[in-house]
């Protein structure tokens, strides 16, 4: 006689090496994605440091430059976090009904930490980018930028 209970054991034993599979390969799209954000960012860098001189030598404060690059690099992270969320949302979908055949069960949660995720990932860069982007005197940074 076989035993149900060993059987369902050794299924969920299964479906659980499974979903710790998949969470791992959304982790590492995760990493890819935010190190592609961080990689754009720092492509711009230059760009945002000579935006920030020409604002400053038109009688802009530094605070009200800081302020321009919060809220472009908050729309910039949530934006991206959404789309990161949007991603993971579709990649869990196409794996549950088409390669699994189970039903999707949808996530409320990677709606919050995805733009959450996305918006911390550019802050950090943005605190960076604006130290340096503010640190010198707006002159030093056209001449260089000619």
């Known amino acids: 006689m076989i035993d149900v209970g060993v059987v369902l054991r050794q299924v969920q034993a299964v479906m659980d090496q499974l979903i710790g599979a998949v ?3 959304f ?3 995760l990493a890819a994605g935010v190190l592609v954000l961080y990689s754009a960012l720092l492509a711009t860098q230059d760009e945002r440091t000579h935006e920030a001189a020409v604002m400053r030598a038109l009688g802009a404060s530094r605070a009200q430059v800081l302020s321009a690059q919060r809220a472009e690099f908050a729309v910039l992270g949530t934006l991206a976090g959404l789309l990161g969320a949007l991603g993971a949302s579709a990649i869990g979908w196409v794996l549950a009904t088409r390669i699994f055949e189970l039903d999707y069960a949808w996530s409320g949660w990677i709606w919050i930490a995805g733009p959450a995720l996305g918006l911390a990932s550019v802050v950090l860069n943005a605190w960076a ?5 503010l640190g010198r005197p707006p002159l030093a940074a056209l001449r260089e930028a000619m």
């Open 23 to 25: 969470q791992i390969v």
């Open 27 to 29: 982790l590492f799209a």
């Open 129 to 133: 980018g604006a130290r340096v982007a």
